[in-house]
């Protein structure tokens, strides 16, 4: 390939609405150009990566003997019906009628429409297991999006979608799937980490994040440095900081606190550490009827220690022995529900004399604390000395419901837990039977009775995965993209191609044999003078750049410089094909 036959659009200046590094530095490079809000046309050079993207994701899938096929981008909303996501999904899916008043979906992701398939064309047990994967356009009508292509209405994913015979075979196909996925990231050449995740709104059992490691990720990851446990945020395990219950050794009291609503500024009047202070947190489930009505609602205190915070999803799963709990959904309760219960305005309450219809769920730690300082229940006041048992019942639930931090212990008891920042880019969930139970898509299995498929499903965000790599890897003059997967892999920059036979015969030459030698590599024969030459590739990222020129041809030398090298090195003419092939593992 030569530059002056293909599309070649830079920018010195980043557009204003552009916000992150990956967004400000695909426009500059060209790699996209937006159309709308959310909607980018992918330039020739941003296609080249995500071709070489969905190449290796393609190679993997095949090789794990997942099956390639293709499903629409616009679905008809009757199977979205069966599984009654239609109505449950909110604003986010775009629904469309067609006209003859028929209702259609964008699909954002395809469970219902390769369900449909496997109930229809997987009849038997001995068709199983099979995986079926597709790379393909989808749309999520994001209320705000921004961030490029990290927050995209438009994107590209791979979805595959499997489906088995019984848990102990899906089990496997997870398995296969997660060591897929591991050997497509290592591939990419980027950095990640694989993660215990929620499973969300997509449901099921079983769920890891793959995310790309970057400080400017929007997911905070948690992981042992000396074991392998990992976990999103969301659903890292918070171990009791306290072994066991101390005995009381403090006089309750209530003491004022005019004005301090807060556990740090309590603390700090009181004199006592943040760690002794606990924190209360009001829910409110509702009861409705089969109109949707609500007829009632339940109050829930929610407590966990001051210096620690509520983790919702995880809240979000408490359950109760008689079956009440969040589970089915919460929110926050209102200040006039809050003052009927408590009788006070919210910053001064606490677990201490509360009726019996409040019911009350203690993180871990909390549980384990003696002598807390908690609110009064009372504007202007808190109680200090407070112990469980002498001063109030126990909980009606003791569970994991904070956030970890950094320096808790790790859940595997291996070592202590740290946090970094991370972008998701692929996602494993085994789903179960959630979906074939809810669209009847059955097999005969052996004993030739009908049984519902056990599913897993697994996405990677082919577009996503080009922000994510920027904001891993960067500088101030532009991408450093890792070989795999840069729109080029060398760039020959010749100076004074178009006025020097002697640059421009080194420079054909070198261009040929590395294009024999299957080398992914460009000839820059536009004629811009060297700076300008030289920045434009550095921006776009290319990893290896060879120049040459008259004065170093002269000399029987060129010079090579990779993309993170600090400077050039000179090779001779003779020995620079072997350089580069030998950089690439040619």
Known sequence: MKASQFFISTLKEAPTDAEIVSHKLMMRAGLIKKLGAGLYNYMPMGLRTIRKVEQIIREEMNRAGAVELTMPVIQPAELWQETGRFDKMGPELLRL?????????????????????????????????????QIQTKFRDERRPRFGVMRGREFTMKDAYSFDRNVESAGKTYDTMFATYCRIFDRLGLQYRAVAADTGAIGGDRSHEFQVIAETGEDAIVYCPTSDYAANIELAEAVSLLASRGSASVAFEKVATPGKSTCADVAELLGLPLSQTVKSLVLATDEVNEAGEIVGSTVWLLLVRGDHDLNEVKAGKMELADGTGLKAGFRFATEKEIVEHFGCKPGYLGPVGLKKSVKVIADRTVANMADFVCGANDEGFHI?????????????????????VEGDPSPDGKGVLAIQRGIEVGHVFFLGTKYSKAMNATFLDEDGKPKPFEMGCYGIGVTRILGAAIEQ??????????????????????????????????????????????????????????????????????????????????????????????????????????????????
């Open 384 to 404: 200090r000395g407070v112990n469980w048992g002498r001063d109030l019942p126990e909980p009606d639930l003791v569970a994991d419901i904070r956030n970890v």
């Open 473 to 586: 890897k960067h500088d101030d003059r532009g991408i450093i993209w890792p070989d795999t997967i840069a729109p080029f892999t060398v760039v020959i920059c010749p100076i004074g191609y178009d006025r020097s036979e002697d640059v421009k015969a080194a420079a054909d030459q070198l261009h040929a044999a590395l294009l024999a030698k299957g080398v992914d590599v460009i000839l820059d024969d536009r004629g811009e003078r060297p700076g300008a030459m030289f920045a434009d590739w550095e921006l776009i990222g290319v990893p290896h750049r060879v120049v040459l020129g008259d004065k170093g041809l002269k000399e029987g030398q060129v010079e090579y410089q990779g993309r993170g090298d600090a400077q050039a090195t000179k090779v001779a003419v003779a020995e620079v094909e072997a350089l580069v092939l030998g950089r690439l593992k040619v």
């Open 97 to 133: 009628k067609d006209r003859h008043d028929r209702d259609f979906v964008v699909q954002p992701t395809a469970e219902e429409v390769v369900t449909d398939i496997a109930r229809q064309e997987l009849r038997s047990y001995r068709q199983l297991p099979k995986n079926f994967y």
